[in-house]
């Protein structure tokens, strides 16, 4: 299908099936998130650290946009494009940042997780709602920085630590090293 010379190098019968478990796992768990909808927390990010780390960037960009697609049509509310976006450069910057790395670093991980809660959660995600939500009063845009901007500085401990934990755990590192042997 693609030589392992493109970006999306060639998976096994077996990688497929499991990145497609992962995918459908991220659509499930995406279900679950706690919070006010201008201040969502959920832990779909573990999932997409996880597909960063074992399949790269690219495979893990076209899960995040399936999987934005997907689960916006499965919510019933209305698709915006600017979600999609986020959602690949998110996973562009967990992929480039994690792909291949054996022992991830708390550093790498702290740095990432920075990223992507300030790049694309606070600023993106906070200027699609804005353009979604017709917000034109800078008072109410201000206060919804400030609110965003406070809940992901909070999260980024917990979120650095929890995707540390889960990217460095020994049990999941054996069971992926089966999955793809070197």
Same mark, same amino acid.
Request: proline share 0%; no cysteine; aromatic share 16%.
């Given at each position: 299908m693609f030589s +392992? +010379? +493109?970006m999306f190098r060639r998976l096994t019968s077996r990688q497929l099936a499991v990145l497609g478990l992962l995918f459908a796992l991220e659509l499930v768990i995406g279900r679950l998130t706690f919070g006010p909808a201008n201040l969502k927390f959920g832990v779909t990010f573990i999932i997409v650290g996880l597909m960063a780390k *074992? *399949?790269?960037p690219y495979w893990t960009m076209?899960?995040?946009f399936v999987h934005d697609f997907v689960s916006t049509l499965w919510s019933g509310y209305g698709y915006f494009w600017g979600f999609a976006l986020s959602a690949l450069v998110a996973a562009a910057?967990?992929?480039f940042s994690f792909y291949g790395q054996k022992a991830v670093s708390w550093p790498r991980t702290l740095l990432t997780v920075?990223?992507?809660l300030f790049l694309?959660?606070?600023i993106m995600n906070t200027l699609w709602l804005i353009i979604m939500g017709h917000i034109t009063d800078p008072h109410a845009i201000v206060s919804l920085i400030g609110m965003r901007s406070i809940k992901e500085?909070?999260?980024l401990p917990i979120q650095t630590v929890l995707l540390h934990l889960v990217l460095n755990?020994?049990?999941l590192n054996h069971l992926f090293k089966r999955i793809f042997p070197e």
């Open positions: +392992s +010379s +493109s *074992y *399949y790269g076209l899960v995040a910057i967990y992929g920075a990223l992507v694309v959660n606070t500085v909070i999260f755990n020994q049990g």
